[in-house]
């Protein structure tokens, strides 16, 4: 009898990208959030915003928030830190991001503004159930 392939199998990374890139990692990300970043209340992300959610979502393995340096994440995102500094600042502004500054470190992100404000506006978006 011939095995069937499971659904893990079936949507495995190999099969979505390619073997050889597995080997370097791979970040999940809210499809929620790829769809939806633009349309936040009561502000939206820009694209450099979003992106820098992302880079920090390599770096969240838990609850725990992420901390890598901005060093890391300009590199990563091949701009400036200045610039990895001011989408920071931004998301931080608009409520989306908590900087948590510690002395001889580096900076934990939080993201639960930005998480509420996702699940908000699911809710806001959910279609009312018919009677």
């Known amino acids: 009898m011939k095995a069937t392939a499971t659904t893990n199998e079936k949507y495995s990374f190999e099969k979505r990208w390619t073997l050889s890139l597995k080997e370097d990692g791979h970040v999940q990300v809210s499809t929620f959030f790829l769809e939806n970043y633009h349309r936040l209340k009561p502000y939206d992300l820009t694209y450099g915003e979003a992106m820098f959610v992302v880079h920090l979502m390599q770096h969240k393995w838990g ?8 060093k890391t994440l300009a590199q990563r995102m091949h701009v400036s830190t200045k610039s990895a500094r001011r989408w920071a600042a931004s998301l931080e502004k608009k409520g ?36």
């Open 63 to 70: 609850e725990d928030a992420p901390f890598p340096a901005y």
């Open 96 to 131: 989306y991001l908590k900087r948590e500054m510690r002395v001889g470190t580096t900076n934990r992100f939080h993201l639960k503004g930005l998480m509420d404000a996702l699940v908000s506006l699911k809710k806001a978006t959910k279609p009312k159930e018919q009677k």
